[in-house]
């Protein structure tokens, strides 16, 4: 994906205070992996904003950085900046002295341009900065915005294609493609199992063997037959073919029944090497799963995982999420993961085929999802995963606590509360990081409704 590309303008500068601003703010964009552009000159009017963004728009600048040097009292400076839809940041400068005559008057340059922004009727929202290049409070706000137009970019315009339908019975997953197109910007393609089917049956007999024996490498064992390996892999090359016929930015797939039903093979193994690749995939033909996947790897998730909510143990203050076995080897804690077949208790589910047995790493993760028919409601936490207090549930699986949503600590009772008061659906998108701030800030830029956190009661709401 290409780099953000953002408009550095200024006001004038007349004492020279802030002279290498603009090279320093140029240098922090760049570390946070944004091209920089520069007005070629400072602005104090309508009409030297509108050069500059004329400028801007012919450069495809989706950023727009505005540094108040100075107070340039025309609060119509900004309109030229939103009436193209460009994101815009007002940045304030700390005054270069605390004593004596005010140098700059930058807050209250700032707080101008922000009032006048807000009083502009459709006008995108606008987001302030303050500090000098150099300061925390400045490249965590500024990151924490690249990161959210990378992930409304990677929606923008995005193909999710869905293999077969949404899992028998998960009508919490179900979605109207139309409306999704037209709040998310993601596009929703459906195909018949049969085509990975047919795919699967012509997959090149060396490239199936190959990948055959590259798949468990790295495994502590592997109980996989040598026929359930060449599956796998068929599979594997099957998806791949898809996504590159069609251009699919991410997959989702129905995993169950017909997979085990009719080719006697579990699609855990395939589906988690797929996401531990870079190619999104999720299961039970979880489209909404699969944007939200995509949106997280976009801000900068490795392999995001799609997850279920499985148990809870309040005096460990812990819930312990668990999806079959397409658990991405990479997260795996200290012992490694494991080639195994499918987690079920044969009494319940006697499937064949196999699937990553792994314990995830303790690390900062944040937990969301994408739901509605629209795709139009954001459920979003931040939370770690912990060693818990036992190895849990054959399969992918991980024990969260210290969750917290908007900064506000959750205990794992309150999360549950939330999560289940809410009507979120049951897939939960698990991506490594803290990445809360940047998805609520991608919400508010795409008109999304976002789950409030919800203080835990015994009463029904």
């Known amino acids: ?50 050069e500059a963004a004329e400028r801007f728009a012919g450069e495809g600048v989706e950023l727009v950085v505005l540094g108040c040097l100075r107070l340039a009292g025309d609060g119509r400076i900004v309109e030229p900046f939103l009436r193209r839809g460009q994101t815009l940041m007002v940045w304030c400068l700390p005054e270069p002295a605390r004593t004596g005559p005010l140098p700059l008057n930058s807050m209250t340059c700032a707080n101008l341009y922000m009032s006048s922004a807000k009083g502009l009727e459709g006008a995108p929202p606008v987001k302030w900065l303050y500090g000098a290049p150099g300061d925390p409070l400045v490249r965590r706000r500024l990151g924490v915005t690249l990161r959210a137009l990378r992930g409304r970019r990677a929606l923008s315009g995005a193909v999710v294609v869905q293999v077969g339908q949404t899992a028998p019975g998960f009508v919490n997953l179900r979605y109207d493609g139309e409306a999704v197109r037209k709040t998310l910007g993601v596009e ?50 099957a998806l791949e073919a898809l996504q590159e016929r069609t251009g699919a930015s991410a997959l989702a797939v129905s995993c169950w029944p ?105 690390q900062p993760v944040t937990v969301c ?33 210290r ?21 979120t659906p049951h897939h939960y998108v698990i991506a490594p990081g803290r990445l809360e701030a940047a998805l609520r800030e991608m919400a508010v830029r795409m008109g999304l409704e976002t789950v409030r956190a919800m203080p835990y009661t015994d009463g029904l709401r």
């Open 403 to 423: 969750f917290s949503m908007e900064g506000r600590p959750m205990s794992a009772l309150e999360f549950l509360d939330t999560a289940l008061t809410s009507g």
């Open 188 to 237: 929703i393609r459906e195909y018949g199992l049969e085509t990975v089917f047919s795919d699967m049956e012509a997959a090149d007999p060396q490239k199936t063997a190959e990948l055959a024996r590259v798949l468990p490498q790295g495994a502590a064992r592997c109980e996989g037959t040598e026929e359930e390996l060449v599956k796998s892999a068929r599979l594997t090359l």
């Open 369 to 401: 999802r994408l739901s509605g028919k629209d795709g139009g409601r954001l459920f979003v936490c931040e939370a770690e995963i912990v060693p818990g207090p036992d190895r849990g549930f054959d399969g992918a699986r991980g024990w969260f606590s």
């Open 1 to 50: 994906m290409k780099n953000i590309i953002a408009g550095l303008v200024c006001t004038q500068d007349p004492l020279e205070c802030c002279g290498s601003w603009l090279e320093e703010a140029r240098g922090l964009l760049e570390e946070l992996e944004a091209r920089a552009v520069l007005a070629p000159r400072a602005i104090c009017s309508w009409e030297e904003a509108e």
């Open 258 to 362: 017909e997979f085990q039903r009719d080719l006697h093979v579990s699609v855990c193994l395939a589906f988690a090497r797929l996401n531990e690749k870079g190619l999104p995939v999720s299961c039970e033909g979880d489209a909404l799963g699969a944007a939200a996947m995509l949106a997280a790897k976009a801000m900068g998730a490795k392999a995001p995982m799609l997850m279920d909510l499985v148990a809870m143990d309040q005096e460990a203050d812990a819930i312990s999420f668990w999806h079959c076995g397409m658990g991405v080897p990479c997260h795996g804690d200290t012992e490694g993961f494991a080639v195994t077949k499918y987690p079920a208790d044969p009494r319940v589910l006697d499937l064949p085929g196999v699937g990553v047995d792994v314990k995830f790493a303790a």
